[in-house]
């Protein structure tokens, strides 16, 4: 079986602070991390290698830092990371990015499962995984909390509102990974010196998967940013008592 | 001149800080409290390579060599002296000894499961006559055919209780003493003739087991003297020396976070209308804390690239024993103070970071006889022995 996954950094929402009456971006310290969505999809790639044996490939967009999230990926336990990197994928949308990305699968070949993160923690679109889908023309499940493999078939268990609902697809299939689904390994110290003093990280550049300057254009269009309202202020309740009244009258218990 | 870690140390340190926070630091509190080892890290930690940091790979080390090591000292150290304090006793010491001198035969038996945490080692040394003045040991290795016998015991050795390897210095030529009598052995805690003495109740790191050990005609076979016979001296000395530099790094780690902890507090606790941030007297803790750390943090990182790229290191290793404890004993005091009566609070964690402080002025060499290798060095340069 062979599974790729499909990560990108996000900034460290750790490293700043957002003040939503100045409208102002105040930074700690600039720190890149993998998408935590995109590390449980990884650690759902790793589990179904640890049980039924996958080769696993890590794809990552993104300027020369993606590499050091691409090495933490390999760390814990990928088989192959490609840095998709080329001065014309600067400025990717959703779609453009969903379209490279179909592209390297195809270069790959033989790909039984795409797992990405549900969502970016920083834009919060959820657009590249099922863009992607359509682009590879595959069946897609959204959201999982669980992706297994048998018989051909993917099967992945997400929340429907009320409760959990069991989903099947058959290969090839893609199935975004919702944050938390699980508890991320640690990467081996061992593995994380090796992946910078030993492992060739591979790139492949808009060339190297055909695409054409045209293909990369994006269909969104950036007008500028603007922060949320504040958020208003929550109901304070004096008691557990007064907790489980409205709990009650609203039905939840 | 780069004084910049390279990246698969800086990624190195991002893992070792969430392990830290995630699996450490919750546990802290607890194994102080209850006095006890914290065998779940220890089980986690191997998966990782926590067990084997400067160890080679193939030996299921990370092969991160000693800067490496002082990353996680100081990572480990920022959150739990304790668990720090276990580590670098079955690293740095127990299992360094057989890394630096053992046979290719005994690091494959010994090493590896000591590296890769499958086995926890220890390191034994003082005795009750003995500790500083290495001269004064009485165990008694004696021969017979192709093994030794050893008698005696030892005490304060940390990891003592849990350990399944220990590197245990015994006479075995007493007329020639500790010059060309002395010798080392791998001991195995499983034969017979092994037993665990009293546990130390300890000030601080509570969660780091300290005990006697005792020999009662032990049976060793003669392919386990590590190093030479009769000069063990020379590679416990040897082995002394890497585990001050690591040790330093500990310490910085617990001086860090004391600063952080203080810092974070100036910054809630309001008094005269303003955060105590603003107050000149705590400004200048906070400055004096922070130059310290700093000067610190630069002889600890110094002085393990000297041992990675193979230069001298034995005057600088001690230095970072001698200024590192210091420094985190100051460092936390300040802290300390700045908390008011919280930190005196037994529910607050500088109130521990207090207890646990205070031995590493006094263990793995006391301050003062690290100042007796600093000096007898420096000494040495214009052609003056000094040493004791």
């Not at chain 1, 062979?2 to 602070?17: C, E, H, M, N, S």
């Not at chain 2, 079955?90 to 890769?116: C, E």
Request: proline residues 4%; contains cysteine; neutral net charge.
């Amino acid at each position: 079986m062979k599974i790729v996954v499909a990560i990108k950094q996000v900034l460290d929402p750790r490293g700043f602070t957002v003040n939503r009456k100045a409208e102002k971006i105040f930074f700690n310290r600039e720190e890149w991390i993998t998408n935590p969505a995109d590390l449980c999809a990884l650690e759902a790639a790793l589990m179904l290698k640890d049980k039924l044996g996958a080769e696993v490939v890590v794809l990552s967009g993104g300027p020369a830092r993606a590499g050091d999230a691409l090495r933490d990926a390999w760390a814990r336990g990928a088989d192959r990371a490609i840095h998709l990197s080329d001065k014309a994928f600067a400025g990717a949308d959703g779609f453009v990015a969903a379209r490279i990305l179909a592209k390297a699968v195809d270069k790959l070949g033989n790909v039984d499962l795409v797992l990405c993160g549900d969502k970016a923690l920083d834009t919060g679109g959820g657009e590249v995984g099922p863009r992607l889908a359509e682009a590879l023309g595959w069946p897609q499940v959204l959201d999982a909390l669980d992706v297994s493999v048998a018989d051909g078939r993917a099967r992945a268990i997400k929340p429907n509102g009320k409760g959990f609902v069991a989903l099947e697809v058959g290969l090839p299939a893609l199935v975004t990974v919702a944050a938390g689904a699980n508890q991320p390994r640690y990467p081996h110290g061992g593995r994380i010196m090796q992946s910078y003093r030993e492992y060739q990280l591979e790139a492949w550049t808009a060339a190297d998967l055909g695409l054409s300057e045209d293909e990369l254009e994006p269909l969104m269009d950036n007008r500028g940013q603007s922060f949320p309202p504040e958020r208003q202020r929550g109901t304070v309740l004096d008691s557990p008592q007064e907790l489980v009244r409205l709990l009650k009258r609203n039905r939840i218990i | 001149m780069d004084f910049t870690f390279a990246p698969e140390y800086v990624a190195l340190r991002k893992m070792l800080r969430e392990f830290a926070e995630e699996e450490v630091r919750p546990l802290a509190k607890t194994i102080d409290r209850e006095h006890r080892v914290p065998h779940e890290t220890f089980k986690k930690g191997a998966k990782i390579g926590l067990l084997g940091v400067p160890f080679p790979i193939e030996y299921g080390g990370m092969g991160a060599g000693e800067t490496g090591y002082c990353i996680m000292m100081e990572e480990i150290g920022r959150v739990c002296t304790s668990t720090a304090t276990n580590i670098g006793a079955h690293i740095g010491i127990g299992a360094m000894a057989i890394y630096l001198d053992g046979t290719q035969a005994q690091k494959d038996k010994y090493l590896r499961p000591l590296a890769s945490g499958e086995k926890i080692a220890a390191f034994a040394l003082t005795e009750p006559n003995a500790g500083s003045d290495a001269a004064g040991i009485r165990t008694r290795a004696v021969r017979e055919g192709d093994s030794y016998f050893i008698d005696g015991s030892k005490i304060y050795i940390t990891n003592g209780p849990i350990a399944d390897i220990v590197s245990v210095l015994a006479v075995t030529d007493p007329a020639l003493g500790a010059r060309g009598g002395v010798t080392s052995f791998i001991v195995e805690t499983t034969w017979e003739g092994f037993k665990v003495g009293t546990l130390e109740n300890k000030m601080g790191i509570r969660g780091s087991s300290t005990s006697e050990l005792i020999f009662d005609n032990l049976r060793v076979p003669q392919e386990n003297i590590l190093g030479q016979t009769g000069l063990g001296f020379v590679t416990f000395m040897k082995t002394l020396d890497l585990g001050r530099v690591s040790l330093g790094a500990a310490c910085l780690g617990g001086a860090q976070a004391a600063l952080e902890a203080a810092m974070q507090w100036a910054k809630a606790r309001n008094q005269f209308g303003a955060a105590i941030a603003a107050k000149q007297s705590i400004q200048w803790m906070v400055a004096d804390i922070a130059c310290e750390i700093e000067a610190l943090r630069s002889l600890v990182y110094r002085t393990a690239w000297m041992v990675d790229s193979h230069k001298p290191f034995s005057r600088e290793a001690a230095m970072c024993k001698l200024y590192g404890s210091e420094v985190a004993s100051r460092a936390i005091n300040k802290a300390l103070q700045i908390h008011g009566a919280l930190g005196f609070s037994r529910e607050h964690p500088i109130e521990r970071a207090w207890r646990d402080a205070r031995i590493a002025e006094i263990f793995e060499g006391t301050n003062e006889v690290q100042r007796i290798v600093i000096a007898s060095e420096m000494f040495r340069e214009i052609g003056v022995r000094v040493r004791p």
